[in-house]
């Protein structure tokens, strides 16, 4: 399954259909708001108050991401984009050690460039649809949370919208730099099983739907072949 | 007000980013926690009770904890002098290790063990380490909501078997008779603390009131047997039989839940009836701890299917001894029985008597003394822990800890919705969630 998935999402990558190609490769700060996850964290921390060191929000972490413009004849260009981020939260309480670590992986397709001011001015956006998952696993002293004989381990998934504003500098002809930021929301995101990974605990939060906001700001580097 | 489309767009477009950012920092709670000004009774001095009121002190709320009996710890306990090691008469396992308890173990550096010592079998009048037939039959999905025993005979295990399920009922504080095979499966999918059962060099009962419980000594009244809780005003009035009264904002009642069922506290007004019926669907039978000291180790590790005692224990598992300790582990109508008894000394006689017939009369022979801690006796506890019920249902528990008219708040291990009743950590993870509460409740 997995090995089809990547297949498919590598011929979109590297088609060779497409008449014009323009790939992208982007990477940055990104910040992640999940209202249910900090709760629970907020929870568990408002909860252990021996605790030292608390246990940080799942909010700073970073991406990578690659997108791949493409413009099919007579018909307006598109993004593909397929981006990567990683976010950690670690209390080092000296004889006991809590990290979370939380992957996060999204695939959109994009809408052409609008200029913001007029056209062939540097500022531009973007909007897109696509799908936001995660994988949520939480280590202790350094292992693996257990809990009958598998780790303790949450997936998440959701539609996910995404708006981006960014600002082109061409290097010279065939490369660009643009800084940029992009919001993006999923607004019905599933994620059953995070309170066993950030609370060790399960039932004490609503936590299967909630919503899940992440803003990314980096930079990006476009290469027109 | 925008001059051009564009620069509509611009302003909205960036006005929906500072939304988004707004809305994510409100969620997150960082900008204003709700402080909660008022006082708190907690009704009960177990691990619940001195849990929460650990909590509202590092929150700076004021609070009493009323506790019934003339000392703090409910269903956890320590008995010293009885052998060469400090042992915990209640509570003396930690299930799992990944829950605040198996933190707090961590943080205060307790030395604990994993308990996984092999078993042997009373079965058809011998002792044998592997029972003829398989009796895990339990840990399957959509079991009928039959007791352990009815469900065992359903399932072709003959009457021999009934001693050894009885054993299987007592580790869940109940009798076979009574156990729902359905809901013990049913809300033990939501367990998360890990595997293994651990044991405390030390004791299980210092953990918590070595490290809480003396926190928070000072607000303890003993010997107040709570009889009325008022809330039919803005304050919530508690008397006791001494004729005490104590005003609070908010009462948060930690009792065992044999208390609440016998309507030793009357509510005024009386409690919602979806409420109290929720209570009387919940399980809790009798349990007995027996220690008894022998000359010589010559028993099991664990011994299970005793037609008196379903279920021993060696105590000295996990301790630094020199001394050799049993302990009958007495649940359900075993327990009943045995604390119909006149003395302690009939109870000890009729255990030396099981264990002289499993081992050729090497108990009675090796016997150096015992102690019995009969927690059915135990005016303010009657019984050993909370079970799932045949007859209840997944929202049973939800509805008892329901809070009531927004002052009453309901914890212990039997409130515990996440699959951890039964168990301290899980009597302690009720503490939070209802201070929790409590702190919204403004």
């Given at each position: 399954m997995?090995?089809?998935?990547?297949?498919?999402?590598?011929?979109?990558?590297l088609?060779?259909?497409a008449s014009?190609?323009?790939y992208?490769?982007?990477?940055?700060?990104?910040?992640?708001?999940?209202s249910?996850?900090n709760?629970t964290?907020?929870?568990y921390?408002?909860s252990?108050?021996?605790l030292?060191e608390?246990q940080p929000?799942?909010?700073?972490?970073?991406?990578?991401?690659?997108?791949?413009?493409?413009?099919?004849e007579n018909?307006h260009?598109?993004?593909?984009?397929?981006?990567y981020s990683?976010?950690n939260?670690?209390?080092?309480n000296?004889?006991y050690?809590s990290?979370i670590?939380?992957h996060?992986?999204?695939?959109?397709?994009n809408?052409?460039?609008?200029?913001?001011?007029h056209?062939?001015?540097p500022l531009?956006?973007s909007?897109?649809?696509?799908?936001?998952?995660?994988?949520?696993e939480?280590?202790?002293?350094?292992?693996?949370?257990?809990?009958?004989?598998?780790?303790?381990r949450?997936?998440?998934i959701?539609?996910?919208?995404?708006?981006?504003?960014s600002?082109?500098?061409?290097l010279n002809k065939g490369?660009t730099?643009?800084p940029?930021?992009?919001?993006s929301f999923?607004?019905?995101?599933y994620s059953?099983?995070a309170?066993?990974?950030l609370?060790?605990?399960?039932?004490l939060?609503?936590?299967?739907w909630n919503?899940?906001l992440?803003?990314?700001?980096?930079?990006?580097?476009s290469?027109?072949? | 007000?925008?001059?051009s489309?564009r620069?509509?767009?611009k302003?909205?477009?960036?006005?929906?980013?500072?939304?988004?950012f707004?809305?994510?920092?409100?969620k997150?709670?960082?900008?204003?926690k709700?402080?909660?000004k008022?006082?708190?009774i907690?009704i009960?001095?177990g691990?619940?009770?001195?849990?929460?009121?650990?909590?509202?002190?590092e929150?700076g709320i004021e609070?009493?904890?009323?506790?019934?009996?003339?000392?703090?710890g409910?269903?956890m306990?320590?008995?010293?002098?009885?052998?060469d090691y400090?042992?915990d008469?209640g509570?003396?396992w930690?299930?799992?290790n990944?829950?605040?308890?198996?933190e707090?173990?961590?943080?205060?550096q307790?030395?604990?063990?994993?308990d996984?010592?092999?078993?042997?079998?009373?079965f058809?009048n011998?002792l044998?380490p592997t029972?003829p037939?398989?009796?895990d039959i339990?840990?399957?999905?959509?079991?009928?909501?039959?007791s352990?025993a009815?469900?065992?005979m359903?399932k072709?295990?003959?009457?021999?078997?009934l001693p050894?399920i009885e054993s299987?009922?007592?580790?869940?504080?109940?009798d076979a008779?009574?156990?729902?095979?359905r809901?013990?499966y049913?809300e033990?999918?939501?367990w998360?603390?890990?595997?293994?059962?651990y044991k405390f060099?030390e004791?299980?009962?210092d953990l918590?009131?070595?490290?809480?419980?003396?926190?928070v000594a000072?607000?303890v009244t003993?010997n107040?047997?709570?009889?009325t809780i008022?809330y039919?005003s803005?304050k919530?009035?508690?008397s006791?039989?001494?004729?005490?009264?104590?005003?609070?904002?908010k009462?948060?009642?930690?009792?065992?839940?044999?208390?609440?069922q016998?309507n030793?506290?009357?509510?005024?007004?009386?409690?919602?009836?979806n409420?109290?019926?929720?209570?009387?669907?919940?399980?809790?039978g009798?349990g007995?701890?027996?220690?008894?000291?022998?000359?010589?180790?010559f028993?099991?590790d664990?011994?299970?299917g005793?037609?008196?005692c379903?279920?021993?224990?060696?105590d000295?598992i996990?301790k630094?001894?020199?001394d050799?300790?049993?302990?009958a582990f007495?649940?359900?109508?075993?327990?009943?029985?045995?604390?119909a008894?006149?003395?302690d000394q009939?109870?000890?006689?009729a255990?030396?008597?099981e264990?002289?017939t499993?081992?050729?009369?090497?108990?009675s022979a090796?016997?150096?003394g015992?102690f019995?801690?009969?927690?059915?006796?135990?005016?303010?506890i009657?019984?050993a822990y909370?079970y799932?019920?045949?007859g209840?249902?997944?929202?049973?528990?939800?509805?008892?800890?329901?809070?009531?008219?927004?002052?009453?708040f309901?914890?212990g291990?039997?409130?515990n919705?996440?699959g951890h009743?039964?168990t301290?950590?899980?009597a302690?993870?009720?503490a939070?969630?209802?201070?929790m509460k409590?702190m919204?409740?403004?």
């Amino acid at each position: 399954m997995k090995n089809r998935c990547f297949f498919v999402l590598s011929c979109f990558f590297l088609s060779a259909y497409a008449s014009a190609q323009n790939y992208r490769i982007g990477l940055g700060y990104s910040f992640l708001n999940n209202s249910q996850w900090n709760q629970t964290i907020q929870l568990y921390n408002d909860s252990r108050p021996f605790l030292e060191e608390k246990q940080p929000l799942l909010q700073n972490g970073f991406f990578l991401s690659l997108d791949r413009m493409l413009k099919i004849e007579n018909k307006h260009p598109f993004s593909l984009s397929l981006a990567y981020s990683f976010f950690n939260s670690k209390a080092d309480n000296v004889v006991y050690v809590s990290k979370i670590n939380l992957h996060a992986l999204t695939f959109s397709f994009n809408s052409t460039k609008y200029y913001l001011i007029h056209k062939n001015t540097p500022l531009t956006f973007s909007f897109g649809a696509g799908i936001m998952s995660n994988y949520l696993e939480r280590n202790i002293n350094p292992n693996a949370t257990i809990n009958d004989d598998y780790p303790i381990r949450s997936l998440g998934i959701g539609p996910m919208l995404n708006l981006n504003f960014s600002y082109d500098i061409a290097l010279n002809k065939g490369v660009t730099i643009s800084p940029f930021v992009q919001v993006s929301f999923a607004p019905y995101y599933y994620s059953p099983g995070a309170e066993k990974c950030l609370n060790l605990t399960q039932g004490l939060m609503e936590e299967s739907w909630n919503n899940t906001l992440n803003i990314q700001a980096g930079l990006r580097f476009s290469c027109i072949k | 007000m925008f001059d051009s489309r564009r620069k509509f767009l611009k302003a909205a477009g960036l006005g929906s980013l500072a939304l988004f950012f707004l809305s994510s920092c409100k969620k997150l709670g960082l900008s204003s926690k709700k402080k909660f000004k008022g006082n708190v009774i907690i009704i009960g001095g177990g691990a619940a009770g001195i849990y929460a009121g650990y909590l509202l002190k590092e929150l700076g709320i004021e609070f009493t904890i009323l506790e019934a009996s003339d000392k703090m710890g409910g269903r956890m306990g320590k008995l010293t002098g009885f052998s060469d090691y400090p042992i915990d008469l209640g509570a003396q396992w930690m299930h799992g290790n990944q829950s605040i308890v198996g933190e707090m173990v961590e943080l205060f550096q307790a030395d604990v063990s994993l308990d996984d010592t092999e078993y042997m079998y009373w079965f058809e009048n011998e002792l044998i380490p592997t029972l003829p037939k398989s009796v895990d039959i339990f840990d399957k999905d959509g079991l009928p909501d039959l007791s352990f025993a009815d469900f065992a005979m359903q399932k072709g295990l003959s009457p021999s078997y009934l001693p050894i399920i009885e054993s299987l009922a007592g580790d869940y504080g109940a009798d076979a008779s009574d156990l729902s095979a359905r809901w013990v499966y049913e809300e033990e999918q939501n367990w998360s603390s890990g595997e293994g059962d651990y044991k405390f060099k030390e004791t299980f009962y210092d953990l918590i009131f070595s490290n809480f419980g003396a926190q928070v000594a000072n607000n303890v009244t003993v010997n107040s047997i709570v009889n009325t809780i008022d809330y039919s005003s803005d304050k919530v009035l508690v008397s006791t039989n001494s004729g005490q009264q104590f005003s609070a904002d908010k009462v948060l009642i930690t009792v065992p839940i044999t208390i609440l069922q016998s309507n030793d506290i009357s509510f005024v007004p009386p409690l919602p009836v979806n409420k109290t019926t929720a209570f009387s669907k919940i399980g809790m039978g009798a349990g007995m701890k027996v220690f008894m000291k022998f000359s010589s180790h010559f028993f099991a590790d664990n011994i299970y299917g005793g037609a008196v005692c379903a279920a021993y224990f060696n105590d000295a598992i996990g301790k630094n001894t020199a001394d050799h300790v049993l302990i009958a582990f007495v649940m359900g109508q075993q327990a009943e029985a045995l604390s119909a008894m006149n003395s302690d000394q009939s109870i000890i006689n009729a255990l030396l008597a099981e264990l002289d017939t499993m081992y050729n009369g090497q108990a009675s022979a090796n016997f150096l003394g015992a102690f019995v801690q009969d927690y059915f006796k135990a005016p303010f506890i009657r019984g050993a822990y909370s079970y799932s019920k045949v007859g209840m249902n997944k929202n049973t528990r939800a509805i008892a800890a329901e809070s009531v008219n927004s002052c009453l708040f309901f914890g212990g291990e039997a409130m515990n919705l996440n699959g951890h009743h039964q168990t301290v950590h899980g009597a302690i993870e009720t503490a939070y969630r209802e201070v929790m509460k409590i702190m919204k409740e403004v």
